[in-house]
């Protein structure tokens, strides 16, 4: 449903999206999560046609984005990260106007309008302008803009950051409520949480470039069952690497001067052996924090950094 092949958008000198290629089926949820500014918007913003892309190509239903813009765009729904969303009006007149822009018309769109309206919990608010709305009634309103004329491919992004709890909680439902019924979702998030409890797929997201891509499995499986070891302190790097190098199944995954980071399986029953060894090389570990493998210590294994900024 989705192609997306060699994917590149320039602005200026700055690289936001660097050979990016995945593709997305049909009643599947397609994540894409990284951290800020790792070019999660500008890849939906191609796909969308709001943004051209200075290389590479888009599909969506085997129509190329810039070449057939208006036969792909027909089948898109967009939810953007930024609300898009007219503050004066009220919720069903924010609906009709998109609509609208879809052709919808008369009792057709009114039944679908209030039909939305039902699914995200907003019927009882439909006639109060927008600018009443706490920032989850918001989300969930924008979300319904983007299903109102039922795509076949829809297109989250961050839907859910801001909310409160039981708005995240319904939207997260309507998300796999639109999947189960056949739709194409691709999803960005940088909540790893989501990401694991949401997507059938995942393309891992940095610096513009898909780093690891795969099913959840497929993802988890290169983490293996290696624990990742995260060590605060003072350290000597070279005497470290030095010291650990002997050391039979582990991975120093970064070494400086005042952190440390390794990638052992079953490292809890290993850290009285490795902090002899540490110790021995003249570390000065304050602190140790154990992750277990998951999509978390595949990024910092894949990064060196955190997700979360
Ligand atoms: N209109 C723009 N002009 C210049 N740089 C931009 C623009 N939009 C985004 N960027 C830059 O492109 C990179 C990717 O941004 P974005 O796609 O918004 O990331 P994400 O959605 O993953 O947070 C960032 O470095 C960002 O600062
Ligand atoms: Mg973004």
């Given at each position: 449903?989705?192609?997306v092949?060699?994917l590149r958008k320039?602005?200026?000198?700055l690289v936001a999206v660097d050979g990016v290629s995945f593709?997305?089926?049909?009643?599947?949820?397609y994540g894409l999560l990284g951290p800020n500014g790792a070019g999660k918007s500008t890849t939906i913003?191609?796909?969308?046609?709001?943004?051209?892309?200075?290389?590479?190509?888009?599909?969506?239903?085997?129509?190329?984005?810039?070449?057939?813009?208006?036969?792909?765009?027909?089948?898109?729904?967009?939810?953007?990260?930024?609300?898009?969303?007219?503050?004066?009006?009220?919720?069903?007149?924010?609906?009709?106007?998109?609509?609208?822009?879809?052709?919808?018309?008369?009792?057709?769109?009114?039944?679908?309008?209030?039909?939305?309206?039902?699914?995200?919990?907003?019927?009882?608010?439909?006639?109060?302008?927008?600018?009443?709305?706490?920032?989850?009634?918001?989300?969930?309103?924008?979300?319904?803009?983007?299903?109102?004329?039922?795509?076949?491919?829809?297109?989250?992004d961050e839907?859910?950051?801001?909310?409160?709890?039981?708005?995240?909680?319904?939207?997260?439902?309507?998300?796999?409520?639109?999947?189960?019924?056949?739709?194409?979702?691709?999803y960005t998030t940088h909540y790893m949480?989501e990401a694991e409890?949401?997507c059938?797929r995942l393309g891992i997201i940095d610096g513009g470039k898909l780093i690891a891509e795969g099913?959840?499995?497929?993802l988890?499986?290169k983490v293996?069952?290696?624990?990742l070891?995260?060590?605060?302190?003072?350290?000597?790097?070279?005497?470290?690497?030095?010291?650990?190098?002997?050391?039979?199944?582990?991975?120093?995954v970064q070494?400086?001067?005042?952190?440390?980071m390794?990638?052992?399986?079953?490292?809890?029953?290993?850290?009285?052996?490795?902090?002899?060894?540490?110790?021995?090389?003249?570390?000065?570990?304050?602190?140790?924090?154990?992750?277990?493998?998951s999509l978390e210590s595949l990024f910092i294994e894949l990064t060196g950094k955190e997700l979360r900024e």
């Amino acid at each position: 449903m989705i192609e997306v092949e060699g994917l590149r958008k320039e602005y200026g000198d700055l690289v936001a999206v660097d050979g990016v290629s995945f593709t997305a089926e049909a009643g599947a949820i397609y994540g894409l999560l990284g951290p800020n500014g790792a070019g999660k918007s500008t890849t939906i913003g191609c796909l969308s046609g709001l943004l051209e892309p200075t290389a590479g190509s888009v599909r969506v239903l085997g129509r190329d984005v810039v070449g057939e813009a208006l036969a792909a765009r027909e089948s898109l729904g967009v939810v953007p990260q930024e609300l898009a969303l007219y503050e004066d009006l009220s919720a069903s007149e924010n609906l009709a106007y998109w609509g609208g822009a879809y052709r919808m018309r008369g009792g057709e769109l009114r039944a679908r309008v209030a039909q939305v309206l039902e699914e995200v919990g907003l019927a009882d608010r439909a006639k109060e302008p927008v600018k009443r709305f706490s920032g989850g009634m918001k989300r969930r309103l924008n979300f319904a803009c983007g299903v109102l004329h039922r795509p076949q491919v829809l297109l989250l992004d961050e839907p859910t950051v801001g909310i409160d709890p039981q708005s995240r909680v319904r939207l997260i439902e309507l998300v796999r409520e639109q999947a189960a019924g056949g739709t194409c979702v691709l999803y960005t998030t940088h909540y790893m949480e989501e990401a694991e409890s949401l997507c059938d797929r995942l393309g891992i997201i940095d610096g513009g470039k898909l780093i690891a891509e795969g099913t959840l499995a497929e993802l988890r499986g290169k983490v293996g069952e290696r624990d990742l070891l995260r060590l605060a302190g003072v350290f000597d790097p070279e005497r470290v690497r030095a010291a650990l190098e002997g050391v039979e199944d582990l991975d120093v995954v970064q070494a400086d001067a005042e952190l440390v980071m390794l990638a052992v399986p079953g490292a809890s029953k290993r850290l009285p052996s490795l902090f002899a060894v540490l110790t021995e090389a003249g570390a000065d570990v304050r602190e140790t924090t154990m992750t277990q493998p998951s999509l978390e210590s595949l990024f910092i294994e894949l990064t060196g950094k955190e997700l979360r900024e």
